[in-house]
């Protein structure tokens, strides 16, 4: 089976976009590849932060929506997203995320990973967990040194309500293998497993429906090579009697969308053309760039969102 080749991208929802841009472009020191509007709801920006190119899998994007209640953590959503950092690199997280006042909950272990678990300041829950080797851009502007930055995404957690179905889905139409448990969390790896192929599933039967708000995961979009491959994927995702969307054209990347059995929304997104298809490489992320459909409303668009700082000054707490 042509399996999915890990995480693509993971789009989360924000509140204010100011102090998602401050917090990801500036504690993280993540580049923002993208600055582009929700193609479904224009008057929202759609920020993407990524390594320098914007490298499928190192992509963490969001909606920022703070008329929307908080997230609500439950069964069928994503319940964390994990960055990849450098092995030893925690101690320099711990301590720069505590400088600019960030939520930081404590080191722990799994899987024989060391991670740093935190919330960004809307309450996402992320993990940032140390790894070995990981190849990725580092972007020379970033406040953060290039031998400190994340590296890409690491991984996700997922709520489901029963497990049996989810697992049987990820193993035999996206191709994971379980690969041990641990603390109640059961781990699927893809693509030869390693950071960015990884999937933790916690069973809970007892838990309420998650529901999306600010501080919340959208969906996990997985990587697909190229157009051929995300159509026998796609196929296989209809075979098992869910139902993906046809193939929408995002521009930088191809996409189909569905719910795994348990309810949280995918997505099968194809490694290219990227994000340097509309702007230069150079320039990501420096302005508002927006789908041909909607270029001849920039003036009313643009007048509609607030202004973004970028890239954004720090201040450390006192
Ligand atoms: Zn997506």
Not at 34 to 39: A, D, H, T, Y
Not at 40 to 50: C, G, I, N
């Amino acid at each position: 089976m042509d399996a999915v080749l890990g995480l693509h991208h993971i789009t989360c929802i924000a509140g204010d976009p100011q102090e998602n841009v401050d917090f990801y472009a500036g504690v993280l020191g993540l580049r923002m590849v993208k600055r582009s509007v929700n193609q479904d709801d224009p008057t929202t920006y759609h920020l993407f932060y990524a390594d320098a190119q914007g490298s499928p899998g190192t992509d963490l994007t969001f909606f920022p929506w703070p008329q929307l209640p908080p997230a609500r953590l439950g069964t069928g959503l994503a319940v964390e997203v994990a960055l990849a950092v450098p092995e030893g690199s925690l101690g320099f997280w711990g301590e720069r995320l505590a400088r600019y006042g960030a939520a930081v909950h404590g080191l722990e272990s799994a899987f024989g990973e060391r991670r740093l678990r935190l919330e960004d300041p809307h309450g996402l829950p992320l993990a940032l967990v140390e790894v070995v080797e990981r190849a990725f851009v580092p972007w020379d502007e970033s406040p953060v040194p290039a031998d400190l930055q994340v590296r890409g995404l690491h991984g996700a957690r997922v709520w489901e309500a029963s497990l049996v179905r989810t697992e049987r889905f990820l193993v035999e139409v996206l191709g994971f293998v379980p690969a041990g448990e641990e603390d109640g969390w059961r781990r699927y790896t893809v693509a030869g497993g390693g950071s960015g192929c990884v999937l933790d599933v916690q069973e809970k039967p007892l838990a309420s429906p998650g529901r999306w708000g600010v501080g919340g995961v959208h969906h996990l979009a997985w990587r697909v090579r190229d157009d051929q491959h995300q159509q026998e994927v796609r196929h296989r995702v209809a075979w098992a009697g869910v139902s993906p969307t046809p193939v929408i054209d995002r521009f930088w990347f191809k996409s189909v969308y569905f719910r795994e059995p348990g309810g949280v929304l995918f997505e099968l997104a194809t490694d290219g053309p990227g994000f340097a298809v509309d702007e230069d490489l150079e320039r990501l992320g420096t302005a508002l760039v927006l789908p041909p459909w909607l270029e001849g409303e920039r003036a009313r668009i643009e007048a509609a969102l607030p202004r973004l700082r970028y890239p954004p000054t720090l201040e450390p707490v006192p």
